[in-house]
């Protein structure tokens, strides 16, 4: 075996400069896809930390059974009593991958400045819950700061947070004082004084005429009530979201508690379109670099095949079977693959030292609002995948070649010109 591996390598560069080309685009091909994949990552991930921590939303959110689909028209009757969280409490200690458990309470009104009013759209939280919860962001994330004033505090309950859009409208700015005005849970109307400490970007470009943030006991204070709407779960590890989420729903069933648990992709679509839309494209790119490499393989093998038909022919005379020959070319475009894939990943792994080190570009993305660094994660289960299948590619391709050349006749084969 040993021999046929240095025949394949001394004929792979009989013709150094074919070769040469052929592994450049196998190696230019594996970068691209990688460099994508990588940036697919980034992207992904910023937008997954971003909603879990950055944004403090956690990884599973519970509610009374319904709410996400009927509770904008009455969020009266999908409330959770005191009973009911402190219930939930208590289920949720069993489980040790439970990090953090706050609650939330989202409600609807008009925001006046004193001269003209508006609508507005707020969730209440615990601010200090927010923190911790934002303290466990990673990479880019951890970074990146989402308001600018200072944060909410658990004991100035009327400071209050407005998106930039809704700002503008009532011309306020951080240190203004506004009025709230809003429905309590039985139907009258309820106002309070507020102070705005901080204005900040909503993750949804269309939200951010209408969104407010504010301690949850000022929402509670103008909804006139104790309850909340739902129940924000933080987990030690996120891997873990969909086999909790069952556990948990088996025991709310069990204490017959009316309750779902949603995880935060179904709580943010954002990163459901945004993964459809980079697969589509990646899609797009590692076609490309499959047809790319296939031909140039296709062509490198067929070439050296016409080339070496009496050479084929002399082995054959002496001996060598067909499934011989077919190895040899089998073993030269896997040495093919191989090299090219090598190449492949030192170019990968450079561009991102140039892009992440050297270069570290910066940009505003759509859901941040602040200029942040462009950067390429290192996928190694991508990279692994992708050296396997280029070789095998270009195993298919040379096979593809090497079949007419092996099943000539020996005479035909050596009388070739």
Do not use: C
């Not at 001394?10 to 150094?16: A, E, M, P, T, V």
């Not at 999908?78 to 939330?104: A, D, N």
């Not at 939280?125 to 970074?143: E, Y």
């Not at 062509?299 to 077919?326: F, P, Y």
């Amino acid at each position: 075996m040993l021999t046929w591996i240095k025949m394949a390598g001394r004929n792979l560069f009989r013709n150094g400069r074919r070769s040469i080309f052929t592994i450049l685009a196998i190696g230019l091909g594996f970068a691209a896809v990688n460099l994508f994949g990588g940036f697919t990552q980034y992207i992904l991930t910023s937008v997954e930390e971003g909603h879990i921590y950055t944004r403090g939303n956690g990884h599973l959110m519970i509610s009374k059974r319904g709410f996400r689909t009927e509770g904008k028209l009455n969020p009266a009757d999908y409330l959770l009593s005191e009973l009911e969280v402190k219930t939930i409490r208590e289920s949720l200690r069993g489980f040790l991958e439970v990090r953090l458990v706050t609650p939330q309470l989202h409600i609807s009104g008009l925001l006046s400045n004193g001269e003209v009013s508006t609508i507005f759209v707020a969730i209440g939280r615990v601010p200090s819950d927010v923190r911790k919860i934002q303290s466990h962001a990673r990479g880019l994330m951890a970074t990146v700061n989402l308001f600018s004033g200072k944060p909410l505090d658990n004991d100035s309950p009327n400071n209050i947070g407005l998106s930039s859009g809704l700002a503008k409208q009532l011309n306020l700015k951080i240190g203004s004082g506004a009025i709230a005005l809003a429905p309590t849970v039985n139907g009258q109307m309820n106002a309070l004084d507020v102070d705005v400490v901080q204005l900040f970007y909503p993750a949804v470009e269309s939200a951010n005429d209408m969104l407010m943030v504010a301690p949850i006991k000022l929402v509670q204070l103008l909804y006139d009530t104790s309850s909340v709407d739902g129940l924000a779960v933080l987990l030690d590890d996120g891997e873990k979201v969909d086999a909790i989420r069952a556990a948990l729903a088996a025991v709310f069933k069990d204490r017959k508690l009316d309750v779902e648990v949603a995880t935060w992709r179904e709580l943010n679509p954002l990163y459901t379109r945004t993964k459809e839309m980079f697969d589509v494209i990646f899609l797009f790119i590692f076609i490309i670099v499959l047809v790319i490499v296939v031909m140039s393989v296709v062509n490198t093998m067929s070439m050296a095949i016409v080339e070496r038909t009496r050479e084929i022919g002399t082995l054959r005379a002496l001996g060598a079977k067909r499934g011989g020959i077919l190895s040899l070319f089998a073993l030269e475009s896997t040495l093919l693959g191989g090299i090219g894939s090598v190449l492949g990943m030192g170019l990968t792994v450079g561009a991102r030292l140039m892009i992440n080190v050297v270069i570290k570009p910066t940009w505003i993305p759509p859901v941040i609002g602040e200029r942040v660094p462009l950067e390429v994660y290192l996928v190694p289960e991508h990279i692994i995948y992708s050296s396997l299948f280029l070789i095998l590619l270009s195993l298919a391709a040379a096979l593809l070649s090497a079949r007419r050349a092996a099943n000539q006749e020996i005479v035909d084969a050596l009388g070739h010109v």
